[in-house]
Each structure stands twice: as C-alpha cells, then as structure tokens.
C-alpha cells in the first residue's frame, strides 16, 4: 500500500525556524510535493524534490532522502501568516484508488507571537 | 484561465437532492483531477481525466457520484441523492502532462458543499 505520515500538529514562535518533517512507504516515487493550505483554502504549491538533497526558495527549503523515504520543511523567520497545515505529497507511477499524487493528512503548524 | 477555477464556491442542499460541480482548468492542462476534503481531513483522490482518454474512477465513494470532462476541458462532478457525509470541500487540479509522472498539480478554490 502508499503510506504517508506527517506530525499533525505543530506549534512554534514568530521568528523562529521550524522544520516539518515527512516519511513516506510507497510503491514507485516520481518526486514529493508539499503544499501549504491556510484554513478554508485550496492547497497551494511550495516546493518539489526528486532528487537527494536540499531545494532552497526563500525561507522555506525542502530535503529529500529517497533511501530512507524521508523529507522535511524547512520553515526559517516565522510569520504569523505561516500558521497554516503543510501536506506532504508523493507521486508515484501507480496509486490505484488513492491516485498517483498520496497526500498527507497534513501538519497544522501554529505560529505564536 | 490564469488558475484552475469552481463553481460554486459555496453550496448549501437539502438530503437526497442532486448536485453539479463545475471546474474549469488551467488552459493546457491536459490532466484533471477531482479531490474531497472532508473537516480536518486530507486529501482523497476522487477521479483523474487524461485528455480524451476514460477516466479512472477508482477513487469514487460510491456509484452516486459521477463525473464528466467535456472537450477536454471542463469537467462536472455529480452527486446524486446527497447525503449528510457527502458534505465536504470538493477541489478540482489540473496539470501538464501524464499523472505520476512529477508534473505539479494546482488546485481550485474548491466547492463547499453542505448537505443539510
């Protein structure tokens, strides 16, 4: 089966640096996805990894370790306006019911003052 | 269109009544999705339009929902004889290319749809 697992919730401080993390157990991959959904909004798209490493845009990065099904985002300055949940996505050549895109169930990440 | 677009944003209905959707995709995008979201839930996978091609239907909940994809465009997603757990936010996303195969997908606002 496609597994993917994401903390779901998290709590950090305005200002700080708050990395979310993501492992996934799925059958092919074709890259991993995340996605940042403010509440009573679509998903909207932050970043994409298929190869091993470190992809940088701003203050949020996402890493990516296909060997041990891992990611993580990195979420560097805190605002206020990133209290939002992230969904942590994988594409993969088959998902049957689930689709080809698994989601997370996502991470609710709440930034305090 | 500039972005993947829904119609209607908000949708109140009594049980048992019928439902249409509207999503209207990114102008190119070739590739179609329907997703629901229930309350504080993630992401499940309803049906994926390629083109002309059939759909996959694997992801749909039960034989009451249906959806079309006229032209290679638009698409509709139906609910016949809603039920109470068919409320939920229903996103639409679009994209270049084939599915699985990496290309980003980009969503609507979504259809908030409440069944009373």
């Known amino acids: 089966g496609q597994n993917i697992d994401q903390p779901t919730e998290m709590t950090a401080t305005e200002g700080a640096i708050v990395q979310i993390n993501c492992t996934y157990q799925?059958?092919?991959?074709?890259?991993l996805f995340w996605y940042q959904q403010h509440a009573g909004e679509a998903p909207t798209f932050l970043s994409y990894?298929?190869?091993?490493g470190l992809e940088e845009k701003g203050r949020f990065s996402s890493f990516l370790s296909r060997s041990k099904g891992y990611s993580y985002l990195l979420l560097k300055e805190l605002q206020m306006k990133d209290s939002a949940s992230y969904l942590c996505?994988?594409?993969?050549?088959?998902?049957?019911?689930?689709?080809?895109?698994?989601f997370g169930k996502g991470t609710k990440l709440s930034v305090k003052p | 269109g500039a972005g993947v677009s829904q119609s209607p944003s908000n949708k109140v209905t009594e049980k048992g009544k019928d439902v249409e959707l509207r999503c209207d995709p990114i102008?190119?995008?070739?590739?179609l999705y329907w997703y629901r979201q229930s309350l504080g839930q993630g992401l499940e996978f309803l049906i994926y339009?390629?083109?002309?091609?059939?759909?996959?239907k694997s992801g749909l909940p039960s034989d009451r929902f249906s959806a079309e994809r006229t032209g290679g465009s638009v698409s509709t997603l139906t609910i016949q004889r809603t039920q109470q757990e068919d409320s939920a936010v229903y996103l639409c996303?679009?994209?270049?290319?084939?599915?699985?195969?990496?290309?980003?997908?980009?969503f609507g606002e979504g259809s908030w749809l409440t069944v009373v």
């Open positions: 996303a679009s994209s270049f290319g084939i599915r699985g195969s990496g290309n980003t997908i980009y």
């Open positions: 990894n298929v190869l091993d």
């Open positions: 799925t059958s092919g991959f074709n890259g």
């Open positions: 339009f390629q083109g002309n091609s059939a759909p996959d």
């Open positions: 996505a994988v594409s993969v050549p088959y998902g049957g019911s689930q689709g080809n895109l698994i």
């Open positions: 102008s190119g995008h070739t590739a």
